[in-house]
């Protein structure tokens, strides 16, 4: 027994075509078509581009926040970059903010898929 890829009825073994939703499911050479894990993988790719695309927000609002931060404390030397110090402290915060938004993207994208699952029911 094998189902159909997009509806997933069940289908008999040597069928060509899907009775209940009339898709062809094997190609011109008699291969299956594989719908299920193309969109799978699709799925994957997107995924890891919004978890990019987080990680990146985050890393830059977390930078821009640092800066304010650090100014505020030492002057506005340290975005000048015009010493030693202010550099380091530069570089410092740049691995802190992307460490921090590497931390938090994959619990903010949990977070959020579990409110998106209560919105479908
Ligand atoms: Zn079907």
């Known amino acids: 027994m094998k189902k159909c890829p997009f509806c997933k009825q069940k289908l008999q073994e040597n069928a060509h075509y899907c009775q209940f939703c009339n898709s062809t499911i094997v190609d011109l050479d008699g291969n299956p078509i594989l719908v299920q894990e193309f969109t799978n993988r699709q799925k994957t790719i ?4 919004i978890q990019l695309l987080v990680a990146v927000f985050f890393s830059v609002q977390f930078f821009l926040f640092g800066l304010m931060l650090l100014s505020s404390i030492f ?8 010493s030693t110090t202010s550099i ?3 570089i410092v915060l740049a691995v802190i903010s992307i460490g ?3 931390l938090i993207t994959n619990p903010v994208i949990n977070l959020v898929k579990s409110q998106i699952e209560k919105l479908d029911r």
């Open 88 to 90: 380091l402290l530069n």
């Open 100 to 102: 921090g938004a590497i």
């Open 75 to 82: 002057g506005n030397e340290v975005i000048k970059l015009s």
């Open 46 to 49: 997107l995924e890891k581009l």
